[in-house]
């Protein structure tokens, strides 16, 4: 199956062919994997001026695509992304690539579970998450259409299938017992840790937006107002927005991500990294298990 990031090149590269507004700026990552073009610039290990070209351009008129690991992208230079786009008010497409710990051999300063969480600190963001190859470029070719800012998460990991991609949750399973929403890639293993519970499955690509309405409309179907959150990234990362939404509402609320009490040093596998964080089958199982009090199926 191709993967994410090269269907994300592909679409760029077929969209700069008649958009003469795309620009592509990376800082190393993935210089091999774009052909050569006059609008493709690499400033080399610079991540800071990375984001600083990418909002020249846009500040120009062009439509920047921002592209390197996520940890390089997000944490290292958040000032820019916070003054260069932010502040300035200019739109641009942020790409990331390596997630939570996609490829942990690297080590973790390749590893970014905070990186949602960071663009919450940030207005007028919006952030997609896809859970399939197949969801990539209809959400590039949405974003490089727009003039907006941007943040896609791309990652190794992804479901067996796609589904259709859009602003809100889908509803992928209906029960009565509550509600779990898994983002992106989580939503396998999140249909598997469940199977044999009466609950509602929400899927999203899209979570800022955060689809409040969604969520209470799943919620009001339900016979118990209990919300399960499955996030590939930090645990909490959407918590306070699912309580907002939920506000009026009695409710019980958990939160699964990557836990925020565990500094990992054994780099391991990801598969290693899902179990010690909760988000395998068996994680996400007990915490079904213990939201809902029923049988949840494990691995």
Not at 111 to 136: I, K, N
Not at 242 to 265: F, I, N, T, Y
């Amino acid at each position: 199956m191709t993967s994410m990031r090269q269907v994300f090149v592909d679409t760029v590269e077929d969209v700069m062919r008649y958009d003469p507004r795309v620009a592509v700026v990376l800082a190393e990552i993935s210089r091999d994997a774009f052909a050569p073009h006059e609008r493709v610039f690499n400033v080399g290990i610079r991540e800071q001026a990375l984001v600083g070209v990418g909002s020249g351009l846009a500040l120009s008129g062009m439509r920047p695509v921002v592209h390197t690991y996520a940890p390089f992208l997000v944490e290292r230079p958040f000032e820019q992304i916070k003054l260069d786009f932010g502040h300035q008010d200019v739109g641009g497409v942020l790409v990331s690539i390596g997630g939570s710990y996609d490829d942990p051999a690297w080590g973790r300063t390749h590893q970014a579970p905070g990186d949602v969480a960071l663009f919450d600190t940030l207005p007028g963001w919006t952030v997609r998450v896809p859970g399939h190859p197949a969801e990539v470029e209809p959400i590039i070719r949405a974003a490089l259409a727009g003039d907006d800012r941007i943040y896609v998460r791309l990652s190794l990991r992804h479901n067996a299938a796609p589904h259709p991609v859009i602003e809100g949750f889908t509803e992928v399973r209906r029960g009565r017992q509550g509600v779990v929403v898994a983002v992106g890639p989580m939503l396998d293993t999140v249909l598997e840790a469940s199977r044999d519970v009466d609950v509602t499955v929400l899927y999203a690509t899209t979570v800022r937006p955060f689809d409040a309405a969604g969520l209470q409309a799943a919620v009001h179907r339900a016979d118990q107002a209990d919300v399960l959150l499955v996030e590939p990234y930090l645990e909490g990362t959407s918590a306070h927005l699912a309580a907002e939404a939920l506000a009026d509402v009695p409710h019980r609320l958990r939160s699964l991500g990557v836990r925020r009490d565990a500094e990992l040093r054994a780099y391991g596998t990801a598969e290693d990294h899902d179990s010690a964080h909760d988000l395998d089958v068996l994680g996400i199982a007990a915490a079904v298990r213990r939201m809902f009090g029923h049988s949840a199926a494990a691995a």
